[in-house]
């Protein structure tokens, strides 16, 4: 495997950016890509840092991508920076300009833990023609369907804005709308620990998707809001991936 740290320039955002990006060393490629968000208070480095994903993926004809999310949900904000376009526009744009990526949505997989749970979703549902499969670790997945005042927290309110229940950032209102119009929705995969703060957010989507009869894997494991147990079911999500992807 080889490892690449990236440095471009991002033309939605207008600034530089960085990933990193693991990539395999065997087999003739392209290969699926497989997008992997972080955490509100973490960077694009944090899942090479704090688990071994490298090793996990050693022998999958799969290329990792671990892009910057920064603070904004990879969602486009109220007021502020549009991260779900610099997410498909720059990123993916980006990857399959370069390396060696299937440029198709049965080649495209993303996922993360809290904010880039819900990021992870909310591009999966918002782009379903994009990924074939999303999972979320952890997920704040109530984070653009709660209604959240400018007072009492100014730095969500102008990512999510005044109105958030049925708009683009909301998770609910974006599984209704694909499920109202037949549309494709990508495989999903939802966990959580049962000692995790944001374990009745995950509770709540879940009894939402089967109220709606839409197919998804859902899981609770002992375990916070911590590295040790994202370290532990990542190696799940790889699994559930690579079944959505075709890969052996």
């Known amino acids: ?4 740290h ?21 087999g003739p490629g392209p290969f699926a890509t497989f997008y992997l968000l972080h955490g509100l208070s973490d960077d694009y480095s944090i899942w090479l840092r704090r688990t071994s994903i490298e090793r996990y993926v050693e022998n999958l004809p799969l290329i990792v991508v671990m892009p ?15 991260y779900g376009r610099y997410m498909i526009e720059d990123v993916v744009a980006y990857t399959e300009r370069v390396f060696p990526a299937i440029r198709k949505r049965a080649g495209r997989c993303i996922g993360g833990l809290s904010m880039g749970g819900y990021g992870a979703l909310r591009l999966a549902l918002a782009h379903p023609d994009m990924f074939v499969s999303a ?3 952890s997920g704040a997945c109530q984070a653009g369907h709660k209604v959240i005042l400018p007072l009492k927290d100014p730095e969500f309110f102008r ?3 005044p109105a958030q229940q049925g ?3 909301d998770l609910f209102a974006l599984t209704a709308r694909l499920k109202r119009q037949r549309a494709r929705i990508p495989k999903l995969r939802i966990d959580v620990g049962t000692d995790d703060f944001l374990i009745q957010d995950n509770r709540v989507f879940h009894a939402h998707l089967e109220k709606l009869g839409v197919r998804h894997e859902y899981a609770e494991f002992p375990g916070t809001h911590c590295w ?3 370290d532990l079911h990542i190696r799940e999500a790889l699994a559930f991936h690579c079944r959505a992807l075709g890969i052996s």
């Open 159 to 161: 990512v999510f804005g």
């Open 6 to 26: 990236v440095s471009f320039f991002s033309n939605v955002l207008q600034k530089c950016v960085q990933m990193n990006v693991i990539l395999p060393d065997k």
């Open 68 to 82: 910057d999310g920064y603070r904004g949900f990879y969602t486009d904000a109220h007021q502020g920076p549009a």
């Open 228 to 230: 040790e147990y994202w």
């Open 1 to 4: 495997m080889s490892l690449v």
């Open 167 to 169: 708009s683009a950032h």
């Open 135 to 137: 999972n979320s670790h």
